[in-house]
């Protein structure tokens, strides 16, 4: 079966600090990977997704199949990057697979 | 830009009742889902639709149904309401070509009592 691995629910850091959202997954074939974030109140929204190779805000991802890998990252955390962030790997069919979500919050 | 609608932000329901969460999405995408959004658990497929008529089960089905007969409007259904259905709903959709991404509604409430 097709998992995704968040392992952290809750990451806390300081305003300024780097972020790494870290995210695994297990996949027989190519793997197409995508971050969505939902911030306060809003809508589950795209992030960034790997096939893009694009920073969204400031963040990056690059996909290590090596070791199974898309982690989120961003060099200065800043206080409006607090959400909630998921992975997911999109399986035939279109259908998505999230992770359980890490929930960032950045302190000032 | 994509619009994906439901029609209840909040929803109190009595365990046993019928209930019904629509979603309707304005950019004639073919693929429609619902998932179910739970602290801890992610987000978990419940049924997704292909085209109209067309429907599939996702990782947790149990309890719920589907319609769509119409390409814009995509129906849940819960036959009889439990507790352990209270929960974040929430409705996608995407178009067919795989290069694009899915769209989230703005998620609907649902506590069972």
């Known amino acids: 079966a097709q998992r995704v691995t968040q392992p952290e629910k809750l990451l806390s850091v300081f305003k300024g600090a780097p972020v790494e959202l870290k995210c695994n997954y297990s996949?027989?074939?190519?793997?197409?990977l995508f971050w969505y974030v939902q911030y306060s109140r809003q809508r589950l929204q795209l992030l960034l997704r790997?096939?893009s190779r694009e920073s969204i805000k400031g963040f990056t991802a690059d996909l290590n199949k090596g070791e199974t890998s898309f982690h989120l990252k961003k060099p200065f955390a800043q206080e409006e990057d607090s959400a909630m962030y998921y992975c997911?790997?999109?399986?035939?069919?279109?259908?998505?697979?999230f992770g359980a979500g890490t929930i960032l919050r950045v302190k000032s | 830009d994509v619009k994906v609608t439901q029609s209840s932000r909040y929803l109190v329901k009595r365990t046993g009742e019928k209930v019904f969460l629509e979603c309707v999405q304005d950019?004639?995408?073919?693929?429609m889902f619902w998932y179910r959004q739970d602290p801890g658990l992610g987000l978990r497929l419940i049924y997704f639709?292909?085209?109209?008529?067309?429907?599939e089960k996702g990782d947790i089905p149990e309890g719920y149904s589907v319609s769509r007969e119409k390409k814009e409007r995509f129906s849940l259904i819960l036959e009889s309401a439990s507790t352990n259905q209270t929960s974040m709903y929430l409705c996608?959709?995407?178009?067919?070509?795989?290069?694009?991404?899915?769209?989230f509604g703005p998620g609907t409430r649902l506590t069972v009592t």
């Open positions: 639709s292909y085209d109209v008529k067309m429907k």
């Open positions: 996608a959709s995407s178009p067919h070509d795989k290069s694009l991404y899915e769209y």
């Open positions: 997911a790997l999109k399986e035939y069919g279109n259908k998505l697979v």
């Open positions: 790997h096939i």
């Open positions: 950019m004639d995408h073919e693929n």
């Open positions: 996949y027989s074939g190519s793997p197409e």
